[in-house]
């Protein structure tokens, strides 16, 4: 085909106004309506394939709807698609003119030619007029019945076309019951599909006003039917087969026996070439197998290695989504990948969208056997030149440390990249640590075990001038740990007393929440060298214009003047383990996600924004959330932590957030009363 | 369920528009994900899922042309993903390849094809073999064909048999002066090796590619003489189960043409062909670069195309690098690109220079990744072999040529 002119290859904004063009097509169009001259076709597809590529760049061109009319009397194919797609683009904004094509469009309908009936009946029901609508009825009901299957296919899905149009003249043309039919008998799998298709969503919408509707809709998910699809299923194209397996998906097998020939039956789907068929069938396998807890467990070992070759196969956009269902069962189920971790390894040019879910399996499959492997693997994504991601990896060298498995190799790491010198390493892992550290003291307390590393740790932190941190979270961290181990670390008091001294300049209330903490912490453990600074920081923190920083000073303020001893208790309790870390995602909200596996909300990680269960889920949650952000967004959690906050009773979680309350002097309270607890017991 | 499909150029114009259901999706939506992919300077860096605030979004790019997706309702997301690539390959394959100019000269095609591969939002064939039998390739030949028959339509007059068949993917009965089939081995070889020079992940995934011309309904059977080699594998619609899973052998009528019969991996492979030794040292805000290159296990083919690419760091002010063997350039973005080409017999490649750092800094924190690439003709890597392929159904022997090819898939030397 010749290339159009030159005028309509350049973009805007030296894109032709329209106007002038359009006038001047709409003259020459009339030249050719009625012509029968030899060449005129030629002349007419030059003209019409102008008008599409205006249509096309946004020029309004609904204007030569009545010529383009005129003009489509022709045996010419390629004109009467055009003009079908141009008719298509302009009718529902042009009612009165749409009439106009109905005509020939109808006596398309009864072309010899199948492909044409079927484009004329396709455009047809395209129309979208709704006063037009008596007119599809007769050409639809012929198409359903055309002996060849290009028109039945075409006709099956203008069914539903007409349905969103005008939904009581298709059930009064009685089409479900005909589609109906033509599906369980058609001899083309593509028909049959297009009617599965289409009574699915008229079925759906029609079940809430009728009865017979809502039981055939039901008869859908019958035996019968299911076995006539899974017995037919080879026989159709790679996208219907994604529409019949989500079918099967929600189909209930009365018996186990049912369960594995329908798995036996669709086995060789999981290596299908298309990734959404491979999708739709492990989606079935799980569904079926979700009450059978073995051998939904040997599903995930069946579904494993198709999963992980279709994320080596296809392109980087299929890989994702592939990606993102593989990370929804990894971390339902970590253990049946840990020997699998090799394959979350990020590799150098992959998106940051895909390091990232890779980083957080890496973290979820992590055990006894494979710690030291990931953790080194993490250590060398730390000197990325992708900022995000070696911030990422750190953070997920500290989670992995959380959970315990070879602590001595994952501290030292962390102590290594407090001595790189970059300010992002140094923040991430100042958090992480702080976090580790409680958690080796603690252990340390509880079980004399690794006392080397607080040392250690004491010595590589007290090196870090608090000047060079600028980062407010690894600041804050910074200042807890001087605050918490200030009897372990000489020159804390003046540390502290420095940054004191600073106040004004200290933008970020959080840091400034820790600093008086961490002063009052420094204070219970070496009052005269402190005194100055507690007084400084009582002063600036009375007179902050934050509320919580007020109020917490307030708070120490009287609590000091009421009794020293209780304040001991209040802000140096004694240290439970910080074991279990909320993780980002409850696990029932996985579940639900679990639910909608093959679905979007899997590869953005959100739940549906159309359902409900997002509003109960989270206030079934909230506590879960909160009590996580408080030990991991801000670190004043993790003081508090330390003494009791991980067992917050829901109902005052459920009031704090109510009331949207941030104030601090809340929390410390109920610190107060659960200390008082602690002592009478 | 797609609603719309949206071809946007490299600068962000829409170019094509294809409205697939009642709801009209408005063009701003473009405009919206124009944003979002300026805002992050490319839409590589996009996920190809995008919840906006009205769509879902899904969106891939090919060559500079974006190929976008909207949906307002819950559908499986490789459906969405999935039937985009195949657009991309089918146009490509129609066109002659993917670019502004092409597509815009040939949008009438491109209309006609998305009109045959989606219908009310539910794809219905992607089978560039039934397509073909819808609408004719633009090429000169059909140009010739229809100047010298008189018969200008680019649609063939009988709608394709296949539609209506029990082998979809093969139209029907193609004749072939001469009858011949290639099976071609393609693999490429992914691997990881750590900063202390271990190989911590050697894969490789491979495809059989088969270029069939062969008339009538011809069964073919391929068997390898080590299958058990295969860790997992796809198929093409074409291969029976049943054999694959009895015998390890692949039975199938073949479609017309070039296609993937299957693709597989090979995971754990113990060693490399070549080796990339990176070694940086820096001192005083100067840093010491030297790469060595060579044959660690010969495969016995020339190895060829061999090719060490790497970003400087975003700290190194500029780089004096220079190599015994091939070419060095420093491209604008510091990406730093050594070919080598074939590896000498006589002497190891190696790539030699200093990087001087930013004023102030002095030592290197952040490490580069090289990516190495190479292939190799003739051999498989993975070690699977073609044992026989049997043709039935044919009446004259045809010509079975096979063929194999390694190269360089995601292949990084961390330093």
Redesign the interface.
């Known amino acids: 085909?010749a290339?159009?002119a030159q005028s309509?290859?350049s973009?805007?904004p030296s894109q032709p106004s329209g106007k002038g063009e359009v006038s001047d097509l709409k003259l020459q169009l009339r030249q050719h309506a009625g012509s029968r001259a030899p060449g005129a076709?030629?002349a007419k597809r030059e003209l019409f394939?102008k008008v599409?590529?205006y249509m096309?760049?946004?020029i309004d061109v609904s204007s030569l709807f009545g010529e383009m009319v005129m003009c489509s009397v022709t045996s010419?194919?390629?004109l009467k698609?055009?003009c079908y797609?141009y008719v298509?683009?302009y009718a529902?904004g042009n009612p009165d003119l749409a009439l106009l094509t109905i005509n020939f469009l109808q006596k398309d309908c009864k072309d010899e030619?199948?492909?044409i009936r079927g484009?004329a009946l396709?455009s047809l029901c395209s129309l979208?007029v709704a006063n037009l609508v008596e007119y599809l009825v007769g050409p639809l009901g012929s198409g359903l019945k055309d002996s060849?299957?290009?028109v039945r296919?075409?006709a099956a899905?203008a069914v539903?076309?007409l349905y969103?149009?005008s939904a009581s003249t298709c059930v009064d043309a009685d089409f479900p019951a005909i589609l109906k039919h033509l599906m369980l008998n058609d001899?083309?799998t593509?028909v049959v599909a297009?009617c599965l298709?289409s009574l699915q969503e008229i079925w759906s919408s029609e079940a809430s006003t009728s009865e017979e509707a809502s039981r055939e809709r039901e008869a859908l998910l019958s035996k019968p039917v299911i076995y006539y699809f899974l017995n037919r299923i080879k026989?159709f194209?790679?996208?219907a087969q994604?529409?019949v397996l989500?079918l099967v998906a929600n189909y209930v097998p009365s018996d186990n026996s049912e369960i594995f020939d329908i798995m036996n039956l669709l086995?060789?789907r999981l290596?299908?070439?298309?990734?959404?068929v491979?999708?739709?069938t492990i989606k079935v396998f799980l569904q079926l197998t979700l009450s059978m807890a073995d051998v939904h467990q040997q599903v995930y070992e069946r579904i494993k290695?198709?999963l992980?070759?279709?994320v080596?196969?296809?392109?980087?956009?299929?890989s994702?989504?592939?990606l993102?269902h593989l990370h929804l069962l990894v971390m339902r189920a970590p253990i049946l990948f840990s020997s699998d971790y090799?394959h979350f390894?990020c590799?150098?040019?992959e998106?940051?969208?895909v390091k990232k879910l890779k980083l957080e399996m890496l973290t979820a499959v992590a055990n006894e056997s494979n710690t030291y492997?990931i953790v080194?693997?993490l250590c060398?994504y730390a000197?990325?030149?992708d900022i995000p991601i070696a911030r990422e990896s750190i953070r997920a060298v500290g989670k992995i440390a959380l959970q315990q498995y070879d602590v001595n190799a994952i501290v030292d790491r962390l102590l290594q990249f407090l001595e790189?010198?970059?300010d992002y390493v140094t923040a991430e892992t100042l958090i992480d640590t702080s976090l580790e550290f409680s958690h080796v003291v603690l252990v340390k307390d509880l079980l004399r075990k690794y006392p080397q590393w607080s040392h250690d740790c004491i010595a590589v932190v007290g090196n870090i001038s608090s000047k060079n941190v600028q980062e407010p979270k690894a600041k804050a961290a910074l200042i807890w740990m001087l605050g918490e181990y200030s009897q372990d670390m000489h020159d804390a008091p003046y540390v502290l007393e420095s940054v004191v001294d600073n106040w004004d300049d200290e933008h970020s209330a959080e840091v400034r929440l820790h600093l008086l903490t961490a002063v009052l912490k420094c204070f219970l453990k070496r009052p005269p060298e402190t005194q100055k600074a507690l007084g400084a920081a009582l002063a600036a923190g009375l007179a902050d214009f934050h509320q919580d920083v007020h109020d917490r000073a307030l708070f120490y303020y009287r609590l000091l003047q009421y009794n020293v001893s209780v304040a001991e208790r209040v802000v140096n309790p004694p240290k439970q383990a910080v074991s279990v870390f909320a993780d980002t995602q409850s696990s029932e909200v996985k579940d639900r996600i679990f639910d909608?596996f093959?679905?979007?909300?899997?590869?953005?990680q959100?739940l549906?924004?159309a359902s409900n269960v997002i509003s109960s889920v989270i206030t079934s949650h909230l506590s879960a959330q909160l009590v996580m952000e408080f030990p991991y967004k801000s670190l004043g959690g993790v003081i508090f932590s330390q003494g009791c906050i991980l067992s917050w009773p829901c109902a005052f979680v459920g009031k704090k957030s109510k009331e949207g309350m941030e104030s601090s002097s809340f929390v410390l309270i109920l610190d107060l009363i659960k200390g008082e607890k602690s002592e009478s017991l | 369920m797609l609603q719309c499909i949206f071809l946007l150029?490299d600068?962000g114009?829409?170019?094509?528009?294809k409205?697939l259901?009642?709801h009209?999706v408005d063009?701003s939506i473009c405009d919206w994900f124009w944003e979002q992919t300026v805002s992050q300077a490319d839409s590589?860096?996009l996920?190809?899922?995008?919840?906006s605030p009205t769509h879902?979004i899904f969106?891939?790019t090919r060559e500079g042309i974006t190929f976008l997706a909207c949906t307002q309702v819950?559908?499986?997301?490789?459906?969405g993903?999935?039937?985009?690539?195949r657009v991309a390959d089918v146009l490509s394959d129609y066109l002659g390849g993917l670019n502004e100019?092409v597509i815009?000269?040939?949008?009438?095609?491109v209309?006609?094809l998305l009109?045959e591969m989606i219908?009310?939002g539910?794809?219905?064939?992607?089978?560039p073999n039934i397509l073909r039998e819808?609408i004719a390739l633009?090429n000169i030949v059909s140009?010739v064909l229809g100047v010298v028959t008189g018969n200008?339509?680019?649609?063939s007059?009988t709608?394709p048999g296949a539609?209506?068949s029990?082998v979809?993917w093969r139209s029907t009965e193609p004749k072939h002066a001469n009858n011949e089939v290639y099976v071609d081995l393609l693999e490429e070889m992914?691997a990881?090796i750590?900063?202390d020079g271990i190989l911590?992940?050697c894969?490789i995934?491979g495809e059989v590619e088969v270029n069939s011309h062969l008339s009538g309904l011809p069964d073919l059977t391929l068997s390898f003489a080590n299958p058990s080699i295969l860790?997992?594998?796809?198929?093409?619609?074409c291969v029976r189960?049943r054999p694959w899973?009895s015998n390890n052998i692949l039975s199938f009528v073949p479609p017309d043409g070039q296609f993937?019969l299957m693709?597989?991996?090979v995971k754990k492979l113990r060693s490399t062909p070549i080796y990339v030794k990176p070694q940086l040292t820096s001192d005083a805000g100067t840093c010491r670069l030297s790469v060595l290159v060579g044959i660690r296990s010969d495969p016995g083919k020339t190895i060829d195309s061999v090719t060490v690419q790497f970003?400087l760091?975003?700290c190194i002010l500029s780089a004096n690098l220079s190599s015994n063997h091939g070419t060095v350039s420093i491209l604008a973005n510091k990406t730093c690109s050594w070919s080598i080409g074939r590896i000498p017999k006589d002497k190891a490649p190696s790539l030699s220079g200093t990087l001087t750092l930013e004023t102030g800094m002095e030592r290197l924190?952040?490490?580069?990744?090289f990516?190495v690439g190479f292939r190799i003709m003739g051999v498989a890597l993975s070690g699977l072999q073609i044992d026989t392929l049997d043709i039935k159904n044919l009446p004259s022997r045809p010509y079975k040529g096979f063929r194999a090819l390694t190269q360089a898939g995601?292949y990084?030397v961390?330093s």
Request: net charge negative; with cysteine.
């Open positions: 085909m290339p159009p309509q290859r973009p805007s076709d030629d394939k599409i590529s096309t760049i946004g010419d194919i390629v698609k055009m797609l298509g683009n529902k030619d199948p492909m484009l396709r979208r060849n299957s290009y296919t075409v899905s539903l076309k969103h149009i001899q083309d593509q297009n298709s026989e194209s790679e996208w994604c529409l989500e086995e060789d290596q299908h070439a298309n990734g959404a491979v999708l739709a290695a198709p992980l070759t279709l080596s196969s296809g392109s980087q956009e299929q994702y989504a592939v993102s090799k390894y590799q150098y040019n998106p940051s969208y492997e080194t693997e060398e000197a990325n030149v790189m010198e970059k909608e093959n679905s979007l909300s899997v590869v953005y959100k549906p924004p | 150029s600068s114009e829409v170019m094509l528009e409205q259901t009642g009209r063009r590589t860096k996920p190809p899922v995008i919840a879902y969106q891939i819950e559908m499986p997301p490789l459906m993903i999935e039937f985009l690539c100019d815009k000269d040939n949008f009438v095609i209309y006609e009109d219908d009310n539910f794809p219905l064939t992607t089978e819808m633009p140009k200008s339509s680019n649609v007059n709608l539609t209506a029990c979809p992914d990881v750590n900063r911590v992940k894969e995934y860790n997992d594998v796809r198929f093409h619609p189960f899973e993937k693709s597989y991996r970003q760091p975003p924190h952040v490490f580069p990744t990516q995601q990084e961390r």
